[in-house]
């Protein structure tokens, strides 16, 4: 049995042949291998008061040729004994995070190493299954979201939804609200998020399902209260004024307690809103019956027309309990409009029974907040520049053109 020490061993080894043949013939075992790939990780693991920073990197830059041409099982083994590594050289820890998902997925999702920088560069050089590891990180901020969201890709996006550790920008949530108008499953989780404002949900309404708009009423549709007791003094003054500020008119239109436009009623022909309706449901629902109703119900003909026009009934419940109809005028409207009221089983049709239950479960005051935002946001911002992004089917920007100028860019280029 030899007793020569590992040192001596080590100095009695023949010299290895860097000759194109020695290489070829002298690769080492796959055993070999694994435990030199072993030895470097666990170098690389050591703490940093035990190894300069430099001694660290070498060993990283020796490891990282190594794994170029390693089986997926001793790259994955790697990736593994890294992961939770502060000080693991980062360079090994990017090209691991663009590895095969088995081995990737390792980093991507438990790294505490990787830079926000070192996510958005991984993130737009892999495949959609290494962004769906990256969208289920505990925490994600805004701007790597932003780059998962440009992608657009259903199961990454849904899972940041989900993700409670994830931070939303408003370029991301404008961007996800835009898709939602064609699947729905994001309407449902944009009205979970606590980033999601009341001109998202209440813009998202007008594409929303039965149950999405029952749960963006019950959200967005809240009392302004505060509002209104806080600008109370203002309206006297803004009337001394001769309402002489367009931006300020449209505000305190926004906030007033008042639904009804008494102004409105004194040129009309009908003696109140609810004859209005009444002519609408005997002689059917006619432009100019709708614009007399728009205007004395407190809102733009184009807000009633998008009101009357939509499909189900729950934004007709908005516009009968906002100016305080009685439930008997959902029905008068849907009659005015020929909708059937019942199916061919004889049973009540689904869309009006909705339109009543909307109507039963929301207060006046919120339904006012609701009715309110739609008039202003629908209709406050049309400008010619404005109009012509619709007609291009295209969004302007909320940072040059306003929210409402987005609402109906969003709202009235969803035709379909």
Same mark, same amino acid.
């Given at each position: ?65 190594? =794994?170029?041409?390693? @089986? %997926?099982?001793?790259? *994955?083994?790697?990736? !593994? ?6 000080? +693991?050289? /980062? ?22 190493? =990787?830079?926000?920088? @070192? %996510?958005?560069?991984? *993130?737009?050089?892999? !495949? ?6 990256? +969208?289920? /990180? ?22 940041? =939804? ?255």
């Amino acid at each position: 049995m030899s007793t020569a020490s590992p040192q001596l061993e080590y100095m009695q080894a023949p010299a290895l042949e860097l000759t194109q043949e020695a290489t070829v013939q002298s690769q080492p075992a796959n055993s070999v291998r694994r435990s030199l790939a072993k030895r470097l990780s666990d170098v690389i693991c050591i703490p940093a008061s035990q190894l300069s920073p430099q001694e660290r990197h070498m060993a990283g830059d020796v490891l990282v040729e190594m =794994l170029r041409n390693a @089986d %997926l099982e001793l790259r *994955a083994s790697v990736a !593994k004994r890294l992961v939770m590594l502060n000080e +693991a050289p /980062r360079t090994i820890l990017i090209i691991l995070a663009k590895d095969e998902i088995e081995v990737a997925k390792h980093v991507l999702e438990n790294s505490k190493s =990787l830079t926000d920088s @070192d %996510l958005i560069q991984i *993130a737009r050089r892999v !495949k959609t299954e290494h962004r769906h590891m990256i +969208a289920q /990180r505990r925490h994600i901020s805004d701007a790597v979201v932003d780059v998962l969201a440009e992608f657009n890709e259903e199961a990454v996006v849904e899972t940041l =939804l989900k993700n409670k550790g994830a931070n939303f920008s408003e370029t991301a949530l404008q961007r996800i609200l835009t898709v939602s108008r064609q699947h729905q499953p994001y309407v449902k989780l944009l009205i979970q998020r606590e980033e999601t404002r009341p001109s998202h949900g209440l813009t998202m309404f007008w594409w929303a399902d039965a149950s999405n708009r029952k749960a963006i009423l019950h959200r967005f549709g809240v009392s302004r209260a505060v509002l209104q007791q806080t600008c109370a003094d203002l309206y006297p003054q803004a009337s001394a004024e001769g309402w002489n500020d367009p931006a300020a008119r449209q505000a305190l239109q926004f906030i007033e307690r008042r639904q009804r436009n008494r102004a409105a009623l004194a040129q009309s022909k009908y003696a109140s809103l609810e004859e209005a309706i009444d002519d609408a449901e005997q002689v059917g629902m006619s432009r100019e019956i709708a614009d007399e109703i728009s205007y004395i119900a407190g809102i733009k003909p184009a807000t009633g027309a998008q009101i009357l026009s939509d499909k189900s009934g729950e934004a007709l419940a908005i516009l009968c309990k906002a100016p305080g109809l009685r439930r008997k005028h959902i029905k008068k409207l849907w009659r005015a409009l020929r909708r059937p009221e019942t199916m061919h089983d004889g049973t009540i049709n689904s869309l009006l029974e909705e339109a009543i239950k909307a109507y039963d479960e929301i207060s006046t005051d919120n339904a006012q907040t609701v009715l309110r935002y739609w008039n202003w946001s629908l209709t406050s911002s049309l400008t010619p520049e404005v109009l012509q992004y619709i007609k291009r089917g295209v969004v302007p920007g909320e940072e040059e053109f306003g929210a409402a100028a987005v609402t109906a860019a969003l709202v009235f280029g969803n035709r379909n």
